[in-house]
T-cell receptor, first 113, second 114 residues
């Protein structure tokens, strides 16, 4: 079993829809949770970063972490065609010492105009 | 601050050749990471530098791979005797011990081994 599981999609939604992207994980030592957006053949771009449990909002994006369930989510409101990309979750914890990230496989999202 | 840069962006090489990639992190970022990403997968950790010291290497990093960060600034990743299985995107990321743990990624070097 992988440490981080993420549904690869693809996920197709109409413009303006609310998108929900999710990851589950097995390592209870993870404390920091990140979401990256990656366009085709580009490097990942950091969207959101959350420490421990709770919610964080930034514009149209909301990140949620539920450490008791080992489940994290990213919500995108009023989705736009420009949001079409692969969304990667990543996690790390201080026990790794190096804070290396463990990534999910990524979910491909397509927002249809 | 121009972000993390990587060179070259694309490399096509024949099996058995050696290749070297360069990463220039965000200035004053003392942590530098290399990851490898294959099609349809998330990035996988390869190695980590804090300043010039290489503090962790993944089991993915076989003895054909070597990485350096000689003056604690830019880093190089060399692959010797390339194999077709080495074809992937090689990503570099940097972060700062004085800031948060957020890692900022470069555009990657796409390696194709024929």
């Amino acid at each position: 079993q992988k440490e981080v599981e993420q549904d690869p999609g693809p996920l197709s939604v109409p413009e303006g829809a609310i998108v929900s992207l999710n990851c589950t994980y097995s390592n209870s030592a993870f404390q920091y949770f990140m979401w990256y957006r990656q366009y085709s053949r580009k490097g990942p771009e950091l969207l959101m970063y959350t420490y421990s449990s709770g919610n964080k909002e930034d514009g149209r994006f909301t990140a949620q972490v539920d450490k008791s369930s080992k489940y994290i989510s990213l919500f995108i409101r009023d989705s736009q065609p420009s949001d079409s990309a692969t969304y990667l979750c990543a996690m790390t914890g201080s026990t790794s010492g190096t804070y290396k990230y463990i990534f999910g496989t990524g979910t491909r999202l397509k927002v249809l105009a | 601050d121009t972000g993390v840069s990587q060179d070259p962006r694309h490399k096509i090489t024949k099996r058995g050749q050696n290749v070297t990639f360069r990463c220039d992190p965000i200035s004053e970022h003392n942590r530098l990471y290399w990851y490898r990403q294959t099609l349809g997968q998330g990035p996988e950790f390869l190695t980590y530098f804090q300043n010039e010291a290489q503090l962790e290497k993944s089991r993915l990093l076989s003895d054909r791979f070597s990485a350096e960060r000689p003056k604690g600034s830019f880093s190089t990743l060399e692959i010797q005797r390339t194999e077709q299985g080495d074809s992937a995107m090689y990503l570099c990321a940097s972060s700062s011990t004085s800031g948060g743990i957020e890692q900022y990624f470069g555009p990657g070097t796409r390696l194709t081994v024929t």
